[in-house]
Every structure is written in C-alpha cells, then in structure tokens.
Antibody, heavy 120, light 107 residues
Framework: EVQLVESGGGLVKPGGSLRLSCAAS????????MNWVRQAPGKGLEWVSS????????YYADSLKGRITTSRDNAKNLVYLQMNSLRADDTAVYFC?????????????WGQGTLVTVSS | EIVLTQSPATLSLSPGERVTLSCRAS??????LAWYQQKPGQAPRLLIY???NRATGIPARFSGSGSGTDFTLTISTLEPEDFAIYYC?????????FGQGTKVEIK
C-alpha cells in the first residue's frame, strides 16, 4: 500500500524558514515523480512544485519561485520542500502527492498534509 | 497560465440525483484534465484523469468527458458519500492549475 507521510510543519514567524519532508513507502520511490500542493484554510488547491524521479526536472509555482527549493533523496525515500522568506499568505496545509505514473502527471495518491502557519 | 473555471460554485442536491459539473479552460488542454474529490479534513482523491479515465477503485457512477476547453464530470446517481468538493486540474502546461472547486452539498 502506498503511504505518504508529511512532516515538518508548524508555526513560524514571517520571514522565517521551514523544511517539509514527505516519507514515502509502498512503491518504487526512485521511479516516481513527486509533487507538492497546498491549500490555504478554507480555500482551494494550489500546485506548488513537482520533481521528476531522478530530480533532474523540477518545476515551481511562480508565486513561490525563488523562495522554495524541492529536492529528494532516493536512498531514503524522502522528498523535501525547503521554504524561505515565509509570509502570512503561505499559511496552508501542504500535501505531498505521488505522480500516477513514472511521468510528471496526475497526483495520486496524496498524503494527509502538514499544516504550516506563518504568524508573529 | 491556464485558468480553469468551474461551475457552478455550489450544487444543492438530494441522494439519487444525477450530477453534472463543468470545468472550462482558458485555452486548450487537449485531454489533459483530471477531477479530484475532497471531503472535509481529508486529502483530495483522484477520480478521473486524462478527461475520461477512472482512477483505480473509483465507482462506475463517476464519469468524465470533454476535450479542448470544455469538460464535464458526471455522477450518475448521487450517493451520500459523494457530498464533497470537486476540483478539476490540468497538466497540459506548467504551472499546473486547479479550478476553484464545486461544492456538492445536501439539499
């Protein structure tokens, strides 16, 4: 069974940094593209970033580009989202999602998410 | 970026009814459109991908259609567990984008 468990969320002050992790199991992680999607409280879904299986290709949402870095460790079955210069509007649940196939395609399945709160 | 517009914003329906949700793209996405279902406090779940393919384990009452800029998600007979928010998403281009969602609520 595919499992994705996000961690690293919490309360951070504006301008601060946070690194989110997503631990994957139940599938061949090194062959799978991975994704981050966020959801502000009471709002819709917003794609954040995608990373190919080898980490060669990485894509970012324009609204976050320059402030975030996505990476992965295929030996540890982990994908990371490093977030810097955090702002109040970055407050959201951050979901990790596997790509449906080995390509950068659909998001399936999703983890349960980790809440990031940016507040002074 | 490709903007996805979903309509209506909210649907108030009773179990047993037929549901039709719409998603319109600001430019063609071919067949690269998916539908997700999200219930309160849960992560989204993939329902339909590539416009009309049902994801693993998704009941046959869910179906998708469309291509280009106009897409539809149909629930043939609404079950109590189907009351949720539905999002469309495109993968034709970067950035990936979602529609704003349609809430299907109990009438």
């Amino acid at each position: 069974e595919v499992q994705l468990v996000e961690s690293g969320g919490g309360l951070v002050k504006p301008g601060g940094s946070l690194r989110l992790s997503c631990a994957a199991s139940g599938f061949t992680f090194s062959s799978s593209s991975m994704n981050w999607v966020r959801q502000a409280p009471g709002k819709g879904l917003e794609w954040v970033s995608s990373i190919s299986s080898s980490g060669t290709y990485i894509y970012y949402a324009d609204s976050l580009k320059g402030r975030i870095t996505t990476s992965r460790d295929n030996a540890k079955n982990l994908v990371y989202l490093q977030m810097n210069s955090l702002r109040a509007d970055d407050t959201a649940v951050y979901f990790c999602a596997k790509s449906l196939t080995d390509r950068l395609d659909w998001f399936d399945p999703w983890g349960q998410g980790t809440l990031v709160t940016v507040s002074s | 970026e490709i903007v996805l517009t979903q309509s209506p914003a909210t649907l108030s329906l009773s179990p047993g009814e037929r549901v039709t949700l719409s998603c319109r793209a600001s430019q063609s996405v071919g067949r690269y459109l998916a539908w997700y279902q999200q219930k309160p406090g849960q992560a989204p779940r993939l329902l339909i991908y590539d416009a009309f393919n049902r994801a693993t384990g998704i009941p046959a009452r869910f179906s998708g259609s469309g291509s280009g800029t106009d897409f539809t998600l149909t629930i043939s007979t609404l079950e109590p567990e189907d009351f949720a928010i539905y999002y469309c998403q495109q993968r034709n281009d970067w950035p990936r984008t979602f529609g704003q969602g349609t809430k299907v609520e109990i009438k």
